[in-house]
């Protein structure tokens, strides 16, 4: 029997191309698999078939997120709107969170549909509010023997910075996504130009020993690890380019480890995902040091959904099609673990 699901995509955060590229193809995949879908953009409202079709033929990400500017132009305007736009129970049976970062990703959202009362794919609140702040999410990592790097939280001097971490180090904001704000720190001179980027993004901004090493990614699917992702970037960091620009990133999956390796990191996976409470669909972040250690960088609790993604790139690797993952994901929300593939 097919499901009401109600799709939010888009919203107001740095990443809302990327939900929206995501959305519509979420959208198609759990069509086909029978369920009634409408696609709600929270910022805007409902979208039109029309506005869907053009949102599934055109190309939606820019190689550059959408400026701050235009960003908080956009939440301003849609805020009397935003809540409104938000199923409540009896709209549908479940809400399928196609959203990306901020409000979106960070719980707000989610708060926002626990007190509509309707369920709604992946992390609680509280969950993803953890995740979304990488400082707390490292703390909680370190009390689960789950490695992670060293890190200071800005402001911190130079002197600091180098008794602690040592050159180079990787500033970011706490609480951001998509590599925004983010940069390499080699020379003492760089630090404060790198912090004052990154606080344009946020007002909590970390700075984190740099490791050096492989780029690899371990998605969960309810209580199960998914294969092993290496991503091999043309720059040297997984930039926002590297992430949404076809050809600027190679992935492979699944990575090419040793069986005891792949074992390691998808304990450290799971043991990241149980430290921060997650449920549904996360995918955890990982650095694999030049002596084989996995320094887990972060949890992303809405990672991006088109078929080229991540998560269904694993997915594919474990015999799990895109609209199965998708009609999986909605499962998990309604605790039917027999149809999410759980035993
Ligand atoms: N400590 C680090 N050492 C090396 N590279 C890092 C480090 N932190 C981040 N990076 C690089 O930046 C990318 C984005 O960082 P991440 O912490 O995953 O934040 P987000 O993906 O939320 O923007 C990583 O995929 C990695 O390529
Ligand atoms: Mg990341």
Same mark, same amino acid.
């Given at each position: 029997?097919?499901?009401?699901?109600?799709?939010?995509?888009?919203?107001?955060?740095?990443?809302?191309?990327?939900?929206?590229?995501?959305?519509?193809?979420?959208?198609?995949?759990?069509?086909?698999?029978?369920h009634?879908?409408?696609?709600?953009?929270?910022?805007?409202?409902?979208?039109?078939?029309?506005?869907?079709?053009?949102?599934?033929?055109?190309?939606?990400?820019?190689?550059?997120?959408?400026?701050?500017? $235009?960003?908080?132009?956009?939440?301003?305007e849609?805020?009397?709107?935003?809540?409104?736009?938000?199923?409540?129970?009896?709209d549908?049976?479940?809400?399928?969170?196609?959203?990306?970062?901020?409000?979106?990703?960070?719980?707000?959202?989610?708060?926002?549909?626990?007190?509509?009362?309707?369920?709604?794919?992946?992390?609680?609140?509280?969950?993803?509010?953890?995740?979304?702040?990488?400082?707390?999410?490292?703390?909680?990592?370190?009390?689960a023997?789950v490695?992670?790097?060293?890190?200071?939280?800005?402001?911190?001097?130079?002197?600091?910075?180098?008794? $602690?971490?040592?050159?180079?180090?990787?500033?970011?904001p706490?609480?951001?996504?998509?590599t925004?704000?983010?940069?390499?720190?080699?020379?003492?001179?760089?630090?404060?130009?790198?912090?004052?980027?990154?606080?344009?993004?946020?007002?909590?901004?970390?700075?984190?020993?740099?490791?050096?090493?492989?780029?690899?990614?371990?998605?969960?699917?309810?209580?199960?690890?998914?294969?092993?992702?290496?991503?091999?970037?043309?720059?040297?960091?997984?930039?926002?380019?590297?992430?949404?620009? $076809?050809?600027?990133?190679?992935?492979?999956?699944?990575?090419?480890?040793?069986?005891?390796?792949?074992?390691?990191v998808?304990?450290?996976?799971?043991?990241?995902?149980?430290?921060?409470?997650?449920?549904?669909?996360?995918?955890?972040?990982?650095?694999?040091?030049?002596?084989?250690?996995?320094?887990?960088?972060?949890?992303?609790?809405?990672?991006?959904?088109?078929?080229?993604?991540?998560?269904?790139?694993?997915?594919?690797?474990?015999?799990?099609?895109?609209?199965?993952?998708?009609?999986?994901?909605?499962?998990?929300?309604?605790?039917?673990?027999?149809?999410?593939?759980?035993?």
């Amino acid at each position: 029997m097919g499901l009401k699901i109600a799709l939010l995509l888009g919203g107001t955060s740095s990443e809302r191309d990327v939900s929206l590229a995501s959305g519509i193809r979420v959208a198609e995949a759990l069509r086909t698999c029978g369920h009634e879908v409408r696609a709600i953009d929270p910022a805007r409202g409902p979208l039109s078939d029309d506005e869907q079709r053009a949102l599934a033929t055109g190309r939606v990400v820019q190689t550059a997120p959408p400026s701050q500017e $235009a960003l908080r132009r956009m939440a301003r305007e849609a805020l009397p709107s935003f809540a409104s736009n938000l199923p409540r129970q009896g709209d549908a049976d479940v809400v399928f969170l196609g959203l990306h970062g901020g409000s979106g990703e960070d719980g707000t959202i989610q708060a926002l549909l626990d007190l509509g009362g309707v369920p709604y794919t992946g992390s609680g609140h509280l969950a993803s509010a953890l995740a979304m702040d990488k400082d707390l999410s490292k703390h909680l990592f370190r009390q689960a023997n789950v490695s992670t790097a060293k890190w200071l939280m800005a402001p911190a001097g130079v002197d600091e910075v180098n008794t $602690a971490l040592g050159l180079p180090v990787i500033v970011k904001p706490s609480k951001q996504g998509s590599t925004v704000g983010l940069s390499i720190v080699r020379n003492a001179s760089e630090l404060q130009p790198a912090v004052d980027e990154a606080f344009n993004f946020d007002d909590e901004v970390m700075i984190e020993e740099f490791i050096a090493g492989r780029e690899l990614t371990v998605g969960i699917l309810g209580n199960m690890a998914l294969p092993v992702g290496e991503i091999i970037p043309k720059h040297e960091i997984y930039d926002y380019e590297c992430k949404y620009t $076809a050809g600027m990133a190679d992935e492979r999956f699944p990575a090419e480890l040793t069986k005891q390796e792949t074992a390691r990191v998808q304990d450290e996976a799971l043991r990241a995902f149980r430290a921060l409470k997650l449920r549904g669909c996360a995918r955890i972040d990982f650095r694999m040091a030049k002596d084989g250690t996995f320094y887990c960088l972060e949890a992303n609790t809405l990672p991006g959904m088109t078929q080229t993604s991540l998560i269904p790139q694993a997915a594919a690797a474990a015999g799990i099609s895109f609209p199965e993952l998708c009609d999986r994901i909605v499962r998990l929300a309604l605790g039917d673990h027999a149809r999410a593939g759980i035993v």
